[in-house]
């Protein structure tokens, strides 16, 4: 059971301290207390484990300090929409809003292989207007003889860059608890020029200890990949595993699932599940077209399976898009033959755009 008390009550109230009291006192329930950090106001929220079922619901709302009171499943306590569509999602990192409600953006390298095209991505994503990218530096490859990714050694320049050229969060995934600290170093040492969301790969969705120590942190946000070759639950689990240790800045991304029904497709594209991750969750629904698609071919009306993959996710309302683009794609060093170019970056925008206020419209459709 969840008891949501009222908005930026004070816990030396004397209303907190009744509310409290009571529900400490009740048989066989341990309490879990989680502050929800909103934009404008803090939001508590109470955690009743245990048995809870013969509890009075009404009862518990009659209390001073208590708004209202939600009957949740077991499955995804924090994370969970519990069908109640008033609890709050999303989150703001460093000025850039991520909801249930809107769309970011996030086209950059896959992975960084030098400083030159780091400038050229960066400077290609300010004359457009982004304030997001990828990048990364830590690649977890399955050719141990494979590029690794330059690691700590790049983060001094792909901070300063992402600095000057406005961009506000990078997505970068780490494959380890150390990273961490190596990302806090650098950006410290640069007078944090950027923000960083981690992620969470495919390959790591259930590697708990790393989930665990993402966990911890409330400094960074997190992008959590769906695992390839799990279930939906295994996956939406894995991402209860950051909240319940503290970090409820979550958002949970399609990439597609391993699967040879996929091909000629990299991964079989799962976009169609945008809205279900919203019915179950309160996170943001992220898409990877690159990941899924992983080709550069197009249909014959010369549109890119990878673009229209991309407005299916956009258009069944997902919150962001998680993109590679190369300055040279024959140069790079990870996922080359995926990536767009960063000539084809207006169109891409423009494609997103359409597709974006296309989910607008058919949502107004629906409103009663
Ligand atoms: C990536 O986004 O660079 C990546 C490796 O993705 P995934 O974990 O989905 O394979
Ligand atoms: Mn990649």
């Known amino acids: 059971m969840l008891v949501i008390l009222h908005p930026d009550i004070s816990e030396d109230s004397v209303e907190y301290q009744e509310t409290w009291n009571y529900l400490n006192n009740l048989q066989d329930i341990k309490l879990k207390t989680h502050i929800v950090q909103g934009q ?58 991520f909801g249930q409600d809107n769309l970011n953006i996030f086209a950059g390298l896959c992975a960084v292989d030098n400083r030159k095209h780091v400038e050229m991505t960066l400077r290609a994503l300010q004359d457009n207007k982004q304030q997001c990218t990828r990048m990364g530096a830590y690649k977890p490859r399955t050719n141990p003889y494979s590029f690794q990714g330059h690691g700590k050694e790049c983060l001094p320049y792909v901070f300063e860059l992402a600095g000057k050229f406005g961009v506000k969060v990078i997505a970068m995934e780490i494959t380890h608890e150390g990273h961490i600290e190596e990302i806090d170093a650098c950006l410290e040492a640069a007078g944090q020029p950027t923000g960083v969301m981690l992620q969470v790969g495919t390959r790591n969705t259930q590697n708990f200890e790393l989930l665990k120590a993402i966990g911890r942190q409330n400094t960074y946000p997190v992008l959590l990949k769906r695992g390839f ?61 690159s990941h899924s698609v992983g080709t550069r071919d197009s249909a014959p009306d010369g549109i890119m399976d990878l673009m229209h993959a991309t407005a299916q996710g956009v258009i069944a309302g997902a919150n962001m898009v998680l993109v590679d683009f190369h300055p040279y794609p024959s140069k790079a060093l990870v996922d080359g033959p995926q990536a767009l170019l960063l000539e084809e970056l207006p169109v891409f925008l423009e494609d997103v755009n359409i597709a974006h206020e296309a989910y607008q419209k058919r949502y107004q459709l629906y409103q009663a």
């Not at 619901?57 to 569509?85: C, F, M, N």
């Not at 950051?242 to 799962?270: Q, T, Y």
């Open 40 to 97: 404008q106001q803090n939001l508590t929220e109470i955690y009743l484990i245990g048995n809870t079922q013969p509890l009075d619901k009404e009862q518990i709302e009659a209390l001073a300090a208590v708004e209202r009171v939600i009957r949740i499943s077991e499955e995804y306590r924090i994370l969970g929409r519990h069908k109640d569509t008033q609890r709050v999602s999303g989150f703001t990192y460093n000025g850039i809003r």
């Open 229 to 289: 070759g799990i279930t939906l639950n295994e996956s939406l689990n894995a991402a209860e595993y950051l909240a319940s240790e503290g970090n409820d800045n979550v958002i949970f991304c399609l990439r597609g699932m391993k699967s040879e029904f996929g091909s000629p497709h990299r991964n079989l594209v799962d976009f169609v599940h945008v809205p279900v991750i919203k019915r179950l969750t309160r996170m943001p629904v992220c898409i990877d077209p």
